[in-house]
DNA sequence: TAGATTGTTAATCGATTAACAATC
DNA sequence: TAGATTGTTAATCGATTAACAATC
């Protein structure tokens, strides 16, 4: 089983790996990663090794071939659908976040009870009443949702989710959800990080 | 100096006492905290250890007095005032996710280029020229920024605001971001968050 | 008292790094 | 070849947990 942590960076290799094609590099050493995201470079030879595509000693990997196994690795090919939960303020960052140079991940729907909503179309993604999800879930075998609801409703709302065939919850709310052990919770506690960064940049005075 | 682990677990601990002293109880027990934030019992009391306050063996800790301890960690009595820069879409969720409910944390000022958006008010913040950021900052002692413009001038940016005496930078862009050490930055990957929950919701099959 | 919880440390665990032979 | 980088493992490191005497 692949760690949390291990599939985070290699999140962001994969975004490295695609600057890296912009400037028409076609070679990275593990060190050139290493740097930006902050471990060793055996660190990062220990992270492409589950990958199953070996660099070359001297020439470092291949960035068109470490690209595609790392795309590989996320499954791009398919093209995830996932479904957005709660059309409020961060609901409609979210949406207008994905819609631009995500080509992989899309949000193929967004589910409100807000009449005002229901019906609409929010930066390119069709919103619809949240009792017509069941059916879109099992029409579009949909698996990932992300969680923009008030604090109060997530426990009930992620039941209904994965009552209804969700894996996987990117949780924006503040709640801890108590969900079965077989369902995947990434958590983004905003709150949380703005009080570390608070109470870290007035310590940091030295 | 504090880990980063045990200051996020104390921001959930905050919010979780909060809760119990709405429903009106005035004793926590380790074993209550551990289960909601998914650590051992012995872990909470350690974190709690370190802010000087002691439980009371077989009645636990209380509420109010704990709550007391960790608003004096964060420094809430002092009111602690941050800046936005980049009023687009997450920009403008997170001034409203701020404005509402986070009593101690707000959102002083907003700072954008785009003179549509100068001299407005969005979610009750009052939106500059970024031109007016270094003298709002000296004139404020802010030390702490949500930085959420577009991803190609995150780094320039960031250098502008710790040469203003920014201390601490919550990252919403996918930038990886070169500062000198003294500078704490939290990074919040929302793309790097997405793909983990597409990817351990896809694997979750059993 | 008996039983449960606390503060605290030693043991454990898991992730990261150092190190190095193999290789280009 | 000489030098640099790879794959890989043993050593290290730091965070977490188990355990237990002290205490209410």
New interface residues.
Partial sequence: M?S?KT??RL??Y??LLKLFSDENRHEVYSHQLAE??KVTPAQVRRDLMVLGYNGIPKRGYEVAKLTECIDK???VSKG?G?ILVGVG??G???L???REG?PY?NIVAAFDLDPDKIGRVISGCQCYHIESMPKFLNDNKI??A?LTVPVGQAQGVAEFLIQNG?????NFT?A?LKLSA???V?D???????????????????
């Fill in positions: 692949m949390e599939v985070a999140s962001l994969r975004r930006v995201v690795f996320f499954n995830i996932i303020n961060i409609r960052a979210m207008s976040y994905f995500k991940i698996r990932t992300i969700i894996k996987g919850i990117l503040p801890r077989d369902v995947f990434e983004v506690d905003i709150t949380m990080h703005l009080e570390k960064a608070t109470y870290f940049s007035s310590i940091v005075t030295k």
